[in-house]
């Protein structure tokens, strides 16, 4: 994941919709088993993508 290039609202729309589709019940457990593996990737990926964040918010704050 590179900064410059990571896209949190996009990660954060394919998460719900993921979340939408095993929601649904209509898939396959296959399918399911699938967007849910992509959907813990796209979770991770988040998680990182907020800790960075938080730990620039940490550095203005300090700076001040």
């Given at each position: 994941?590179e900064d410059?290039?990571?896209?949190?609202?996009?990660?954060?729309?394919?998460?719900?919709?993921?979340?939408?589709?095993?929601?649904?019940?209509?898939?396959?457990?296959?399918?399911?088993?699938?967007?849910?593996?992509?959907?813990?990737?796209?979770?991770?990926?988040?998680?990182?993508?907020?800790k960075k964040?938080?730990?620039?918010?940490?550095?203005?704050?300090?700076?001040?």
């Amino acid at each position: 994941m590179e900064d410059n290039k990571y896209d949190f609202e996009a990660s954060l729309t394919k998460l719900e919709e993921i979340v939408s589709k095993i929601s649904d019940q209509s898939l396959g457990l296959d399918e399911s088993l699938k967007l849910y593996e992509e959907g813990t990737k796209i979770v991770k990926e988040l998680e990182l993508a907020l800790k960075k964040a938080s730990e620039e918010v940490e550095k203005v704050i300090e700076v001040k």
